[in-house]
């Protein structure tokens, strides 16, 4: 499968896209990927159906993620008919084991997202980092959460100072318009996702904050 080319030095990946009109607002404004969630718990579930549509409507303007969480064989199997998706986003407890056999069967690139809170959670990158294509930094879900991300949260991105971060790393959790450059200038990372950071409220993507979170990045 042919990748699409990044569109800027940041790579910019608009997840939980529900709707026609903001996966157009996403395309746009030229994300690099987009993101549709099939986990039925989110508010930014899409069915098969709706997700083979919108995935359709994408295809060949940039890349297209399908995010599952601890997904079985017959899930992964499904979602990737359906979706036909240059990346895997796997969200869950998926073991880096679990993370090889799923890139290994489907052919297609993964991305993992680790749950960062404290300094110690950096200890699980190594092991992903070498089964993976690209490594999601994202905020520890609170205990008890429904959701193992698109809470809104940001962690401390300071525990990241002088860690040694595989290649490509992507920063996520609670980014907005108004925090994305300054995330970016902090850390140092070229990639970043945003999902409730561009919503009005949980499932309901703004055109304007996500024209203006990808103006933000890039500017």
Known sequence: MSAIAIKSAIAIKIC?????????????????????????????HVSLEIGRALS????????????????DDALVATAVEAFD????????????????????????RVMKAIGIATRADLAALAAHARHVDRILL???????????????????WTILDGADLPDGAMLSGGLTPGTVAEA??????RAVDVSSGVETRPGEKSPERIAAFIAAARG
């Open 16 to 44: 939980g896209l529900s709707t026609a009109p903001t996966l157009d607002a996403a395309l746009a404004a030229g994300a690099d990927l987009v993101g549709f969630v099939h986990f039925p718990k989110s508010p930014r």
């Open 56 to 71: 359709a409507r994408a295809r060949g303007r940039t890349e297209r993620v399908v995010l599952l969480v601890d997904p």
């Open 85 to 108: 998706p240059e990346w895997i986003q796997l969200h869950g407890h998926e073991t880096p084991e679990r993370v090889a056999a799923i890139r290994a069967a489907t052919g297609r």
């Open 138 to 156: 994202d905020a520890k879900a609170p205990p008890g959460a429904d959701l193992p991300g698109g809470n809104g949260q940001a962690f401390d």
């Open 184 to 189: 970016l200038a902090r850390t140092g990372l």
